[in-house]
């Protein structure tokens, strides 16, 4: 079975490639220079020519606060991509694969948010995203868009990359601590991904829809700024732990507002295609002894 993956050189693309070699796939990644998912023509050429049994669409516009201003970029990438990519599989009849985001929501709600929450984005970021979903669904049947949130891995720009140089750097960081969100290391989603393509070939049947997956337990950036020191402390990545102070969110102001409450609930997934929840946890060990090595 051929799948095509887009993204290939992002966080999630690049820990698909890794985990697809594993199984018995042939794998067609590419990457932005390879493939622009805003030119539909380009798509269609590509896609008439590998003739994938299914399409993994890791590729995204995710610099949340340039998305302020440059909103063009954004949604052409986030909801235009996904729109031609959906068309496309129409056309070949085969499912897509997306990935969406958290912040499709406002971050208002106190307890974890349902599928079937109604969304609300605050900035331009998750409004491209989400008008990304709709336009799947309004094309496909035979889709599935996985909503996550506070990515990881050991490429790219994120938070535990950025969180490990600060404290190499200072004796003190403040980090926000008055949101709550879970941290999900992009290995974890690949392997997501990579079940449901496994169901897909071994022919059993797949519920098709919106599902929500991150990693487990909730947490705070404040208390997830200290497990990332604390490991790195411990595999002797840093000479000392610094002090890392709570602060308000008024007193990080950013371009764009984060949600306070991102905790997206995860029974559905469970439920539905009998994927746990991975403890983020590990990732952070993963990458961290990656590394190191490295």
């Not at 491209?128 to 799947?136: F, M, N, R």
């Not at 411990?234 to 002090?243: G, Y």
Request: with cysteine; charged share 20%.
């Amino acid at each position: 079975m051929t799948v095509l993956i887009t993204g290939a050189a992002g966080q999630l693309g690049t820990e698909l490639c890794l985990r697809s070699k594993a199984r018995a796939h042939d794998i067609v990644a590419v990457n932005h220079s390879e493939l622009d998912i805003t030119n539909e023509s380009s798509i269609n050429a590509l896609v008439a020519h590998v003739k994938p049994a299914v399409i993994i669409n890791a590729a995204a516009y995710t610099a949340v606060d340039r998305a302020e201003t440059d909103s063009a970029t954004a949604f052409a990438v986030n909801r235009d991509g996904p729109l031609y990519l959906a068309r496309a599989c129409a056309k070949a009849d085969i499912p897509l694969l997306h990935i969406s985001t958290d912040y499709v929501f406002d971050g208002k709600k106190s307890v974890p948010y349902l599928e079937t929450d109604i969304p609300n984005p605050q900035g331009v970021y998750g409004q491209s995203k989400l008008e990304g979903e709709i336009a799947v669904a309004s094309v496909l049947d035979k889709y599935i868009t996985l909503r996550t949130a506070w990515v990881f891995s050991a490429t790219g720009h994120n938070f535990v990359r950025t969180i490990l140089r600060l404290a190499k750097e200072r004796d003190e960081l403040s980090i926000v601590a008055d949101q709550t969100g879970a941290p999900t290391w992009a290995g974890h989603i690949a392997e997501v991904l990579l079940k449901i393509v496994d169901q897909i070939h071994q022919g059993k049947p797949v519920t098709w829809g919106l599902y929500h997956y991150t990693g487990s337990p909730a947490t705070t950036w404040h208390a997830f700024a200290v497990a990332i020191c604390e490991q790195a402390f411990a595999l002797d990545m840093l000479e000392k732990k610094p002090i890392i102070k709570p602060i308000s969110t008024s007193e990080y102001p950013t371009p764009a507002s984060r949600p306070q409450n991102s905790v997206l609930a995860c029974a559905h997934i469970q439920k539905e295609l009998r994927i746990p929840q991975a403890d983020w946890r590990i990732g952070l060990k993963q990458i961290l002894i990656q590394w190191k090595t490295q």
